[in-house]
């Protein structure tokens, strides 16, 4: 089985900077899983990584779409396994790195998304129509009723997967987090290492606060009211990414600026709870506290003789 290194944990955990240097030891290539750092022109308010921060190291799928253009599982599935197959030709390793549980599982265990169960064209426009009539707690509270795991990991404010999980429900008589489960249960085609950085909450908290802070300080209200003169407006998917849609609503006047601060904070702290709970239900990651390391080189270099057993 072909090689295949996971680095993933809550956002500000520190998983970039210990990725770069495990990429170096072991000869690695970067796939990002991040539903974010994907879109050009998004910079500040998803921390992503500056070219000479790379320190040389390849990455993929960063800066590959417009925030206008569809971006979804199944294409960051498609090119992801593209990217990797080009890694594996040059004699390196695929490192998938980031915080999207549900991208890093397509990649894991080749989750089939060809088979089209449970598309009903029809009953999706009207699901659409009854998420932009009702809103998205309603909608959520729907979906609970059918299907209370995607109730409590899909955020309520993801409208197509909101949808798309209703439909399925609805068609196929059974939860789409029944049909993603039997297919994590498959086994996985890699020779893997699924490492999960975590730390203890406040400090977590702590660190999300500083950054957020540091994106305000950094030009995020800038950015995203450059993007907003672009014509990007509040009802794309990317447009609803954390904090970008709650300083929309400041530079929209409806709140104040210490606010959006305030919710920003709020909205990442509760990001970061969502992914640590999706992440402990993979039965084959080894969680890492990073704080027990003296610093990210001690941790790359765990990491590196973990992978090399």
């Excluded at 090119?79 to 894991?108: C, D, N, W």
């Excluded at 009702?134 to 009723?145: H, I, P, S, W």
């Excluded at 977590?204 to 802070?213: G, K, P």
């Excluded at 849609?245 to 709140?255: F, I, R, S, T, W």
Aim: proline share 3%; with cysteine.
């Amino acid at each position: 089985m072909r090689k295949l290194v996971i680095i993933a944990g809550p956002t500000a955990v520190g998983k970039t900077a210990s990725s770069i240097l495990l990429a170096k030891k072991i000869g690695g290539e970067i796939i990002s899983a991040d539903s974010m750092q994907v879109y050009r022109g998004m910079d500040v308010g998803t921390a992503k990584i500056r070219k000479e921060e790379m320190e040389g190291v390849p990455h993929f799928l960063i800066d590959a779409f417009d925030p206008d253009e569809e971006f979804n599982i199944v294409i960051f599935q498609q090119l992801a396994k593209q990217a990797m197959e080009g890694i594996y030709a040059r004699g390196h390793i695929p490192m998938i790195v980031g915080g999207t549980g549900f991208y890093i599982q397509s990649i894991l265990y080749d989750i089939d998304f060809s088979q089209g169960d449970g598309e009903n064209e029809a009953l999706r426009e009207h699901l659409e129509k009854e998420y932009d009539l009702l809103g998205a707690d309603a909608m959520q509270e729907k979906l609970r009723l059918l299907d209370p795991i995607s109730a409590d990991t899909i955020h309520k404010n993801n409208k197509k997967r909101v949808v798309r999980a209703l439909e399925y429900a609805l068609t196929q008589n059974e939860p789409i987090s029944a049909h993603n489960e039997r297919e994590k249960q498959k086994k996985s085609p890699y020779d893997y290492n699924f490492f999960v950085l975590n730390m203890d909450r406040k400090i977590l908290y702590d660190r999300i606060e500083q950054r957020v802070d540091k994106m305000f300080d950094d030009g995020l209200v800038e950015e995203v009211r450059d993007l907003q003169h672009r014509g990007f407006h509040q009802n794309l998917v990317s447009m609803q990414g954390i904090g970008y849609k709650e300083v929309l609503e400041y530079l929209d006047g409806n709140c104040s600026l210490e606010e959006a601060i305030a919710q920003v904070k709020q909205s990442t702290r509760h990001f970061a709870k969502r992914q640590i709970t999706w992440f402990k239900r993979e039965k084959g990651a080894q969680w890492i506290d990073v704080t027990k390391f003296h610093s990210p080189q001690d941790l790359a270099e765990f990491m590196a003789g973990e992978v090399i057993k």
